[in-house]
């Protein structure tokens, strides 16, 4: 099942609440938010105060992705201001497993992220417990960066391993994602797409949104 999940880190934060109106209305499936913490990455973004206040905009689901030295800090704050499914990086997490499972055991859905120099092998004892794997398609930071073309062998890889393990877990693709290489990343094996400047940028967010859609359709 396709979905495309808008990254709210392009939208205009004078009018958060008016942009977020404005992707549910052409048809977004989920609400990208990006949480960084000037350390992980290189950019400062947004805490739980945000995500609760945009929370009473919108039924959609939050999509929380934490790019965070000590996630674990904060992620029951994130989980109580209405997160429906947090992104975990691994690189961040010595205790990985325990990780995920405390977000399960809060009732929220759970996926691990992975820097692009991030080997999915990684994943191999933890897998069945998730339900989305974030394949970082750049360097995580910034929006508007270039997709890294290596990163569809991984996600080949990956969706190979989740079908021959009989898994139902999504593949979820973040950045860079854009009409011209949608269709070759949903080959590949993804199924979320998150897009931030291919979508916030345009000034039609229905027709970009459809755009993206059809070709991660075909
Ligand atoms: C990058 C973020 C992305 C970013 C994507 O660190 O995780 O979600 O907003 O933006 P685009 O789609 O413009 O690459
Ligand atoms: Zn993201």
Redesign the pocket.
Same mark, same amino acid.
């Given at each position: 099942m396709i979905k495309i999940a808008p990254?709210i880190?392009?939208a205009d934060f004078s009018k958060l609440g008016e942009e977020i109106g404005s992707i549910e209305r052409a048809g977004a499936d989920w609400v990208?938010i990006?949480v960084?913490d000037g350390h992980y990455?290189p950019?400062l973004t947004l805490g739980p105060v945000v995500v609760e206040s945009i929370r009473k905009v919108t039924q959609l689901p939050f999509d929380v992705?934490l790019?965070m030295d000590n996630p674990m800090d904060f992620v029951d704050d994130f989980i109580d201001a209405g997160a429906d499914i947090i992104s975990l990086h691994a690189e961040v997490l010595p205790h990985l497993h325990r990780a995920v499972m405390h977000v399960k055991d809060r009732g929220c859905k759970v996926a691990v992220a992975l820097n692009p120099s991030t080997p999915i092998e990684i994943l191999k004892h933890i897998l069945e417990e998730l339900d989305m794997v974030l394949i970082?398609t750049?360097?995580? %930071?910034?929006? %508007?960066?270039s997709f890294i073309n290596s990163m569809l062998d991984k996600v080949k890889h990956l969706r190979r391993i989740i079908d021959d393990r009989g898994l139902d877990i999504d593949i979820q693709v973040? %950045?860079?994602?854009?009409p011209k290489n949608i269709k070759e990343v949903s080959a590949a094996g993804a199924n979320i797409f998150?897009?931030?400047?291919?979508i916030f940028n345009e000034d039609d967010r229905k027709l970009a949104l459809e755009t993206l859609r059809s070709r991660a359709s075909l």
């Open positions: 990254s880190l392009s990208h990006d960084m990455v950019n992705h790019m970082m750049v360097n995580p %930071g910034f929006g %508007g960066q973040d %950045g860079g994602i854009a998150v897009a931030g400047s291919s």
